[in-house]
């Protein structure tokens, strides 16, 4: 019977451990209570060392997410851009802040609180629901940034634009709606949404992802004539510059100017990019070949 005893309390320890870790490697006394784990199985948990006891109330495997820990330790969910990553939306830049979603009145050093929760989050682990995640962005980040937050998700189709606008009522929402406005179906990388912005609040009427006979798909053709190409890493590739080069050579030679721009030039330094765009638009209208389109 004791055999029986010390196996049974094994196996709860070891089932503790797989629920902790397919929740990002922490919870929460009161879940875990729920989920039905004894006081004594999580007692003996922390006793064998496999289980760490961080927080009152919290329990955790020492590979536990850092952010995740962070976030039950202060009873609060990740989200704005501390939870991109959870949900691989795309991001500009890391935050040292952790961004939390936290109930009225509750202040923690070195975290962005935020106070709106409208959706329950389905997440096992401490992160608020996806909705909830891109509103924040919304009205929290600047707008490249939450651009790109929402036009990963929009374009792989996990939200529906229609949907956050109109969980952004009222006139405080008025930015995060404008920036909305902006994504749109599919995007293959960050600069193509970046770009694409600029031309839209520059007035520049453009075509996107358009086939041209004897080059293939471009990223963009700016009023009738001008192709703006924008360069990854694989574009850096021995192979891949020569395809650039010879698709420019084709380019040029059916009449299209090509202009190519790399991850500094549209992330950090767009209005060197834009002049040197509409340099070559005015041109073009000056001899007749431009030919504006609406978007």
Known sequence: MLRNLLCGAQNAVMELVRILESRGGVARRRTLLQLGFT??????????????????GVYAIPEADPQYLAAANRHGLLTCVSAASYYRLWRLH???ELHLQLKPGVHHAGVVAHRTSR??????????????VLSDALRCLPEPEALVMVQSAVGRGEIAQEFLHRNLPGKRNAKARKVLALAYG?????????????????????EQH??????GEVDFV????LIVELDGATHFEARGVKR????????????????????DDVVHHPERMMSQIH??????RELGISRPRRR
Do not use: C, M, W
């Open 94 to 96: 890391d935050h040292r």
């Open 39 to 56: 006081a004594a199985e999580l007692r003996k948990g922390v006793a064998a060392g496999i289980v760490r006891n961080p927080a009152q």
């Open 222 to 225: 700016l009023e009738g004539f």
């Open 210 to 215: 358009v086939q041209i006979p004897g080059i």
């Open 244 to 263: 650039d080069r010879r698709r420019d050579n084709a380019s040029v030679l059916r009449g299209n100017p090509v202009l190519r721009y790399f991850y």
């Open 119 to 132: 959706f329950r989050s389905a997440q096992t682990a401490p992160v608020a629901a996806l909705a909830d």
């Open 279 to 284: 340099g070559v638009l005015d041109r073009g």
């Open 186 to 206: 599919r995007a293959d990388s960050v600069l193509e949404v970046l770009a694409r912005s600029h031309f839209i609040k520059a007035g520049i009427g453009f």
